[in-house]
């Protein structure tokens, strides 16, 4: 029950300070905490603790629960925010390419910094519908309902890293020819980093799905611009199953996880800019860190292992997929079959709607 209050007193400590609150909500919360004062009578969780009060800790949570309720839909600034002792979404790639990286870092999120890179990409791809929607979603990354930004702030203390996509509509107005261009940087060992070439999407039925805009492409894709959390690692998450046995997976992850923060396979769009926008980053990174890394490999290389898109159909028995061509140096777009294989996997990520 304590820590319960403990963690309640952490939260309105940083609320407080941040919450965006009109006049009048600032009386009925200044009220609220009000109440709380009289509930614990000068007393400190300290004091709680050693009297072992479970009346008192019982009043004093109930009031703190109210608290944290009538504030978590509130926004807050979200200008720049640390993550401390998150765990590094780069640190693999750094091993890999022949440099040290901490476990864990304090994670620096500015979103309007993020909002720029990302926009910079789309634009360096040719997708500018994409860059624009990114810069209009700037004037709502300023601030933030407390429920989506400690969503945000969970998903990457467990190694994620954020991503700002379009919404559906811009999504499903994105042509085979522009998905094609959503396409890595890389670097082979002791080379220069190169831009992969367009990416390999020749397979009837998933150049039918984009053409003819298919809805299954952009599934539970929210309507407008959103923060995608997904962690940059090599290999693709729930390996070893069949495609139903990994969309009943995704079904059981979200058993206890509340609407807002659903667990997702990535579909087509996220996967291709999530490579274009991983490579980046990881490149941003050893700049910044002044480390020269020997290799820097997008994601499911070499066919090691590969992502299934398992919101689209499967056609003739086999299911879309997405994977690295290393020999022929650009992502490849294809099929593979629905059965349990250890390299045929899905990646799961979080979306927060802006």
């Given at each position: 029950m304590t820590e319960q209050i403990k963690t309640g007193e952490q939260n309105l400590e940083t609320m407080e300070v941040k919450a965006?609150?009109?006049?009048?909500?600032?009386?009925?919360?200044?009220?609220?905490?009000?109440?709380?004062?009289?509930?614990?009578?000068?007393?400190?969780?300290?004091?709680?603790?050693?009297?072992?009060?479970?009346?008192?800790?019982?009043?004093?949570?109930?009031?703190?629960?109210?608290?944290?309720?009538?504030?978590?839909?509130?926004?807050?600034?979200?200008?720049?925010?640390?993550?401390?002792?998150?765990?590094?979404?780069?640190?693999?790639?750094?091993?890999?390419?022949?440099?040290?990286?901490?476990?864990?870092?304090?994670?620096?999120?500015?979103?309007?910094?993020?909002?720029?890179m990302n926009a910079a990409v789309y634009e360096d791809r040719g997708l500018d519908l994409?860059?624009?929607?990114?810069?209009?979603?700037?004037?709502?990354?300023?601030?933030?309902?407390?429920?989506?930004?400690?969503i945000v702030k969970r998903e990457i203390k467990e190694g994620a890293i954020p991503s700002i996509m379009p919404g559906k509509r811009v999504m499903m107005e994105t042509t085979l020819k522009q998905i094609k261009m959503l396409r890595p940087k890389f670097k082979s060992f002791n080379k220069e980093e190169e831009l992969a070439d367009e990416s390999y999407?020749?397979?009837?039925?998933?150049?039918?799905?984009?053409?003819?805009?298919?809805?299954?492409?952009?599934?539970?894709?929210?309507?407008?611009?959103?923060?995608?959390?997904?962690?940059?690692?090599?290999?693709?998450?729930?390996?070893?199953?069949?495609?139903?046995?990994?969309?009943?997976?995704?079904?059981?992850?979200?058993?206890?996880?509340?609407?807002?923060?659903?667990?997702?396979?990535?579909?087509?769009h996220e996967y291709a800019a999530e490579q274009a926008m991983r490579s980046q980053m990881i490149m941003d990174q050893s700049e910044m860190a002044g480390e020269e890394l020997s290799q820097v490999r997008p994601m499911d290389y070499g066919g090691a292992t590969w992502t299934r898109f398992v919101s689209l159909p499967a056609s003739s028995g086999v299911v879309p997929n997405g994977f690295w061509d290393r020999s022929a140096g650009q992502l490849h777009f294809g099929y593979g079959g629905v059965s349990a294989y250890g390299s045929a996997g899905v990646r799961l990520s979080v979306r927060v709607e802006i």
């Open positions: 965006n609150l009109s006049n009048v909500e600032r009386e009925y919360f200044d009220k609220l905490k009000a109440e709380l004062k009289q509930i614990l009578g000068g007393k400190t969780l300290e004091d709680i603790e050693k009297t072992q009060d479970l009346v008192l800790a019982r009043k004093a949570s109930k009031k703190m629960a109210e608290i944290l309720e009538f504030l978590k839909t509130k926004e807050v600034e979200t200008e720049r925010l640390i993550i401390k002792d998150a765990k590094n979404p780069f640190a693999e790639a750094f091993f890999d390419g022949g440099a040290d990286a901490p476990e864990t870092i304090d994670y620096e999120l500015n979103f309007e910094e993020l909002a720029d994409w860059a624009e929607e990114v810069k209009k979603a700037k004037e709502n990354l300023g601030k933030m309902s407390l429920e989506k930004l400690e999407l020749e397979w009837e039925h998933f150049k039918q799905l984009i053409n003819t805009r298919n809805e299954l492409l952009v599934s539970d894709v929210p309507e407008g611009s959103y923060i995608l959390l997904t962690r940059p690692t090599q290999e693709s998450e729930l390996r070893g199953k069949t495609v139903n046995e990994q969309i009943e997976a995704i079904a059981a992850l979200n058993a206890n996880r509340t609407a807002e923060n659903k667990i997702y396979a990535m579909n087509l």
